[in-house]
């Protein structure tokens, strides 16, 4: 799909533009800059070189990075003559006004990057005319402003090819965030939040961001989840990250409940959940028919997890992350799962009597029991893990390795390390690995 093509590749260009500059020299028209031509770009870095205006730049730059410097005002036809820009880093500026035409002459520009300056949305800031030049952007990030807000739909309605944006979020107690103009964004596939600030999550938040694929609210503050969709109108959801979101209320239940009604494949909830001994009650459930293939719930304070009569693991997940937790115990039937990552847990009593599975032979290829206080695991614990590829067993107190591992013929990397020893002897290494 086109969009996801043009995403990653503008991602791959300022990931690697660090490296890039780093062959370059100083730039003739301004020594606090760095210049370097690459695959047919040149791209200009003067990130903390003092500069106060946009009027130095020559008319072939490709790629323009101004972040931490002092502007303050970007004045009408600021970037007239830089009819090539692709990428514009103004992040971490001191702008306080943007003109109506500031960026005339930008139409083929694809990334333009705003962050942590000191705009509000008032025409007395940033016109409500200013981003309409904008024909070709895909990727906006408005991100940390002094006053936290939304840009207002006016604003992005000639944004037709925009595809991910990052913004502060607020939401007001009807849960309206986005205003109506959003909806004409037919291309726009991922929300990032900045500062996030929702007095309510319901059916109106989202609702006029039809096609969203991915929603990033990590480090939200939510006062309250409403019952009812949230997410349900999102056909083509697929991503959700809530990790170190906030929830007053504390009652991520109709948020899990909302996930029966959607087709999501990855949810990411790191840091969710301080003071809840058990994951989300019925999450599992609420998740069956969505198609889900990847979970990670990593480094919360579960101290059990285990499956019910109606909350089993999903027979499409293939990744499931409970690593980081305080977990004592864990008990899934998970006939389909491909990796299990349980690291940095208290696992070592219940897997010297028993296992972390219910029954039959599963499908596990990647399994981290690593640093989980293990002094010694039953003989039978890994039965019928025939499909195993990597079992990760470093940093536990172990000393001996009994268990039958005859039928891991798949087996490859067996890590029963700790501060680089190996505590296997050679006999049994020749006898179990010497086909490895």
């Known amino acids: 799909m086109e969009y996801v093509i043009v995403f990653i590749i503008l991602i791959s260009t300022l990931n690697n533009c660090q490296s890039r500059l780093q062959n370059g020299t100083k730039c003739d028209f301004n020594n606090q800059c760095i210049c370097v031509m690459e695959q047919f770009l040149f791209y200009v870095d003067c990130t903390n070189g003092n500069i106060t205006n946009t009027s130095i730049f020559p008319s072939n730059t490709n790629v323009l990075i101004l972040q931490s410097n002092n502007i303050m005002h970007l004045l009408d036809r600021s970037f007239e003559n830089l009819s090539n820009l692709l990428e514009l880093d103004l992040s971490n500026n001191k702008l306080l006004k943007i003109d109506s035409e500031a960026f005339i002459g930008l139409s083929n520009l694809k990334e333009l990057s705003l962050g942590g300056n000191e705009l509000n949305f008032t025409v007395n800031s940033f016109h409500i005319n200013a981003l309409a030049p904008l024909k070709s952007l895909t990727i906006l990030n408005i991100t940390y402003q002094t006053i936290s807000d939304i840009l207002s739909d006016k604003m992005i309605l000639n944004l037709h090819a925009l595809q991910s944006l990052e913004t502060d979020i607020i ?3 009807d849960g309206q965030a986005f205003g109506k103009g959003y909806s004409s964004l037919k291309q726009l596939r991922q929300l ?13 938040t989202f609702s006029n961001l039809p096609y969203l694929e991915f929603v990033e609210l990590s480090k939200c503050r939510i ?3 409403g019952n009812g969709c949230i997410f349900c109108h999102l056909k083509n959801f697929r991503y959700l990250d809530l990790s170190k979101t906030v929830c007053e209320n504390n009652n991520f239940r109709s948020l899990v409940s909302d996930f ?5 494949r990855k949810i990411k909830m790191t840091r969710t959940f301080f003071t809840s001994a058990f994951p989300p009650f019925h999450l599992f459930g609420d998740l069956a028919n969505s198609g889900i293939t990847e979970l ?14 109606t909350d089993t693991i999903p027979n499409t997940l293939q990744v499931l992350d409970l690593s980081d937790n305080m977990l004592v115990q864990v008990s899934y039937s998970m006939l389909t799962l491909r990796t299990l990552n349980l690291r940095n847990n208290d696992l070592g009593k219940v897997l010297a009597k028993g296992g972390y599975k219910r029954y039959g032979t599963i499908k596990l290829q990647n399994v981290d029991l690593s640093n989980n206080g293990i002094h010694s695991l039953l003989f039978i614990v890994f039965e019928g893990h025939s499909y195993l590829e990597t079992l990760n067993l470093s940093d536990n107190a172990l000393s001996d390795f009994s268990p039958d591992v005859s039928v891991m013929i798949r087996l490859k990397v067996l890590d029963l390390s700790k501060k680089n020893k190996k505590i296997f002897t050679t006999q049994y290494h020749a006898k179990y690995f010497k086909n490895c």
Do not use: P, W
């Not at 990032?192 to 109106?204: S, Y």
């Not at 990670?296 to 009569?309: E, L, Q």
């Open 171 to 173: 939401s007001n107690t």
């Open 192 to 204: 990032k939040a900045g500062k996030c600030q929702m007095e309510l999550v319901n059916n109106n």
């Open 223 to 225: 006062v309250q989840f």
């Open 260 to 264: 029966k009604r959607t087709k999501i």
């Open 296 to 309: 990670y719930i990593n480094k919360n304070s579960f101290v059990m997890a285990h499956d019910t009569v």
